[in-house]
């Protein structure tokens, strides 16, 4: 016969308000389903019953983010200590303008950063490459390559531009090309499942000459354009084929640190 009575809330400052779980849920629907915030509005209405306006659900996202920036700085410290790191960049567009969605990621973690900006404006304000120091694997653009860490050059890519020129322009120096590094790939899981730490170094010699040997023959069947007739301003165009041979031959190195060193991925 007595009346008790419980503490009140400390989070509910409003006659309404949304509950910590019921805000949950609409962050989680933006931020990893990856629906349009009206919609998502939409599904929570239907499903749950309250309704919550876009703007709501904007703060909610971005009050979110803030609780959750002490574990992005660590996420982003640990990248940048990590002795490999993959990075990216797609497109994507906000409020119906091009910015871009930049990754760096290893087995364990992941970093999305959005910017307005895709090359080194953009990687500076993200705070992870310029601090980096192990090696970088990345699709070769420009960008990456103005940092002072070490890089490696994804094949995946490569074997992509390989196959084209020698399905659909069938240059026979991109089908042995595939070959090279699809077998030197296999050598190296074979040592690594053998519990080698490295291959030869008269193994590691005999493939690179093998590559050596193929952008010859590469560069022999696509020879320079000759000059214009008229000048003209700016870097000269180039075919498809041409620019591969290039990038294969000024980053060798990037392209084949799978070989030297087991801790860099083939792709």
């Known amino acids: 016969q007595q009346i008790s009575a419980a503490t009140f809330p400390q989070e509910v400052r409003a006659p309404v308000q949304y509950g ?3 805000a949950a849920v609409g962050v989680y629907l933006v931020q990893q389903q990856l629906v349009p915030y009206e919609r998502a509005c939409e599904v929570m209405q239907d499903l749950l019953g309250p309704s919550m306006c876009v ?5 909610l996202v971005q009050r979110c983010a803030e609780h959750l920036s002490p574990v992005e700085q660590q996420i982003k410290t640990a990248l940048v200590g990590a002795p490999v790191l993959h990075q990216d960049e797609t497109g994507l567009y906000v409020q119906g ?3 871009w969605m930049h990754v760096s990621a290893t087995e364990q973690l992941t970093h999305y ?7 080194k404006e953009a990687l500076d304000a993200i705070g992870i490459l310029p601090q980096f120091g192990g090696i970088s694997v990345h699709d070769g653009f420009r960008s990456y390559w103005l940092y002072l860490c070490l890089h490696a050059l994804c094949n995946v890519h490569h074997l992509r531009e390989l196959t084209f020129l020698y399905e659909e322009q069938q240059q026979a120096w991109a089908g042995e090309m595939i070959d090279l590094l699809i077998e030197s790939k296999a050598a190296v899981e074979q040592a690594r499942a053998r519990g080698r730490q490295s291959l030869h170094p008269l193994e590691v010699a005999d ?7 193929i952008l010859t023959q590469g560069y022999q069947a696509n020879p320079p354009d000759p000059p214009p007739e008229v000048a003209t301003k700016g870097r000269r165009k180039q075919s498809s084929a041409r620019n591969l041979l290039d990038r ?3 980053h060798q190195e990037a392209v084949l640190a799978f070989l030297d060193n087991f801790a860099v991925p083939f792709d």
């Open 20 to 22: 910590a779980a019921f």
């Open 55 to 59: 703007g709501t659900l904007q703060g």
């Open 97 to 99: 303008k091009r910015h």
């Open 113 to 119: 950063a959005v910017h307005a900006k895709r090359g």
């Open 207 to 213: 493939w690179k000459a093998r590559y050596a040997a």
């Open 248 to 250: 294969l031959s000024q």
